[in-house]
């Protein structure tokens, strides 16, 4: 497998705006994101911007960022766009999707999400933690995978994902981790399908692939990273990693 690991970032963040270049004790939080992929050590680390002013940030710290239409409709149509530019020939195989508001992201997590894609066969892999709170599992902004796990508990496959508290019983439950490793192909079929219906009902890109018929493979982390998406995340971001 030969990954190249993309990050849309774009400005126009609804409720943190201008959030990539928020700063975190001394650095923008794009550059904060880019280093940790490229800590990762699994291949080149390009961030798929939609502005002009992230492209000059990421650059200025050394980074390589491609300019994308601030218009497109999502972050996979975006990286799904970054390839085009960055890898018209095709040589990478596989596609790492991470978000631009993962400050602390442990880049061994990268690595996992790569590896169950290889081990797994799947179209598309991803990454889900114990939710370890009870505030969490009701809580529509932590989505939730439905996981059908292997007898370790360690892969499995994605049975669906949701806003709400599921599944229903006595177990444990699981935050999904918003990190993919898409099969160059599944890609291109993804960014080319219209929105699903669930995908509209749940607001969650992920099922738009499982409604196509395509298998999404799961590992399991110890722990999610903090998604900086509000005043208070970057509040304690800023915490955490000064």
Request: glycine share 8%; with cysteine; net charge negative.
């Amino acid at each position: 497998m030969n990954p190249v690991l993309l990050i849309p970032a774009r400005m126009a963040s609804m409720r943190l705006p201008g959030k990539p270049l928020a700063d975190i004790a001394g650095q923008a939080m794009i550059v904060r994101v880019w280093a940790r992929a490229v800590a990762a050590g699994l291949g080149p680390v390009v961030v798929a911007a939609g502005e002009k002013e992230i492209v000059a940030c990421v650059e200025k710290a050394g980074g390589r960022a491609v300019l994308t239409d601030p218009d497109l409709p999502s972050g996979s149509d975006r990286i799904w766009a970054a390839l085009q530019a960055v890898d018209p020939k095709g040589s990478h195989d596989v596609v790492v999707n991470l978000q631009g508001d993962l400050p602390a992201l442990d880049p061994g997590q990268l690595k996992t999400v790569v590896d169950a894609l290889a081990k797994s066969g799947a179209d598309i892999a991803t990454l889900a933690a114990p939710i370890d709170n009870a505030d969490d599992e009701t809580n529509p902004a932590v989505v939730k995978a439905v996981v059908a796990w292997d007898a370790g508990e360690k892969l499995g496959r994605a049975l669906y994902f949701t806003r709400s508290t599921a599944p229903a019983g006595e177990g444990a439950l699981y935050h999904h981790v918003g990190l993919y490793a898409y099969r160059r192909e599944a890609l291109e079929s993804f960014v080319a399908l219209p929105p699903s219906p669930l995908e509209s009902r749940e607001k969650l890109e992920q099922l738009r692939a499982l409604e196509a018929g395509m298998s999404i493979a799961v590992a399991r982390v110890d722990e999610a990273p903090l998604s900086v998406d509000t005043p208070a995340d970057l509040e304690r971001a800023r915490k955490l990693l000064s």
